[in-house]
């Protein structure tokens, strides 16, 4: 498996940045602003003390809420003793189906390739968009999987050439595709958000091929328009038991704290959380606490006014960009106003790299 490991491109490209070009303008790779961090300077001006016992409390599998035991201290699979506040339960909350028994706090997109064993002895397929997330490829490399690439519009996911991937795979005569990633809002890198009726037809896709849906949500929070509700998670859609949201507090605390959650079905969650028991162990402890006693200072108030921040900070950038923009890209670019997040894509020419290659000729013979 080694042997297929490729590196990451945006890892690759900030090698660029320890001596950049001073004609380099960077745009990559969507980084959360570090002034937004509660813990560099919590709101409160004071720092936030942790309970003698914070290190030791943890959620058993199949306990409630309200019955949290306290353990001596070591790695948990299932997380830190979480409040059950707003941020936990913006998953779960708006479908019965699920509950908040058993979240597993993992980091939000590193917790997807070791879920896509579940499935041997066939490779995984997924029907990724195009443009996609980076870290995607070299991270699934090792398990060889074969893409279904599905393109995309200024609403997300294409439902046609979904379904038309998803035809050509079944013709072949091969493995069908059993797994779909996807990032519903604010989509990484193309900045879309799916509505509610593009998302219902994905799920109406993903329900008649039988695919199990992984939903990356770690943008959920950071959608522009405080006047309209915010679109549903597929988990509320979910009438199968076919979809598993993974949320992330990398782009709303701190990025690099490597700690997440999961929802979704028990069957699917108890394998996650035996994979954890068998690998990584836990995500560090010291983050988990950090979260937990910020959440529970906070509260709902206090994390609803942190949001509400972040949502202003990060709209406000988003329209700076958008002038910049049109001051110096209109007539040679193309794009799509995001709702939310923190990515703006570009389409340029398509002969931009010759253009380039023709250009630099020109400099060197002068």
Not at 158 to 186: F, I, T, W
Not at 193 to 200: F, N, P, Q, Y
Not at 325 to 354: D, Q, S, Y
Request: charged share 20%; net charge positive.
């Amino acid at each position: 498996m080694s042997s297929n490991r490729k590196p990451s491109g945006i890892s690759e490209m900030r090698k660029y940045l320890a001596e950049p070009s001073p004609s380099l303008v960077w745009l990559a790779s969507g980084m959360p602003n570090p002034s937004c961090s509660p813990f560099a300077r919590p709101p409160s001006g004071s720092a936030t003390a942790l309970s003698s016992n914070s290190a030791g409390t943890s959620w058993r599998p199949g306990c409630s809420t309200d019955r949290r035991r306290v353990h001596p201290p070591g790695p948990a699979a299932e997380g830190h003793d979480p409040p059950e506040t707003t941020v936990l339960r913006a998953g779960v909350v708006l479908c019965s189906r699920y509950s908040l028994r058993c979240p597993l706090l993992l980091p939000s997109f590193p917790s997807i390739p070791p879920f896509l064993p579940f499935f041997p002895p066939v490779p995984p397929f997924l029907p990724p968009i195009l443009p996609s997330f980076p870290s995607i490829s070299p991270s699934l490399a090792p398990l060889t999987p074969k893409f279904v690439v599905v393109s995309a519009d200024e609403r997300g996911m294409c439902p046609l050439s979904l379904r038309k991937g998803l035809e050509r795979a079944a013709q072949d005569g091969g493995p069908v595709p059993k797994v779909m990633y996807l990032v519903p809002n604010a989509c990484n890198p193309t900045g879309t958000t799916m509505d509610e009726a593009r998302r219902r037809e994905i799920y109406s896709i993903a329900s008649e091929y039988d695919l199990i849906i992984l939903e990356d949500d770690p943008y959920y929070f950071l959608q522009y328009d405080d006047q309209e509700p915010l679109p549903p998670s597929f988990l509320r859609l979910d009438t199968d038991g076919r979809v598993l949201r993974f949320d992330s507090f990398s782009k709303i605390f701190s990025a690099g704290l490597r700690v997440g959650y999961v929802t979704g079905p028990t069957p699917l969650l108890e394998r996650m959380t035996w994979h954890m028991q068998a690998s990584v162990l836990c995500p560090p402890g010291i983050t988990q606490v950090m979260v937990s006693e910020l959440l529970r200072k906070w509260g709902d108030e206090g994390f609803n006014k942190h949001i509400a921040k972040l949502r202003e900070f990060y709209r406000a950038q988003r329209d700076t960009m958008l002038q910049a923009a049109e001051k110096h890209l209109a007539g040679l670019c193309e794009w799509t106003v995001p709702k939310g997040g923190i990515f703006l894509w570009f389409k340029g020419m398509r002969n931009l790299a010759r253009l380039v290659r023709e250009e630099l000729a020109l400099q060197k013979e002068s």
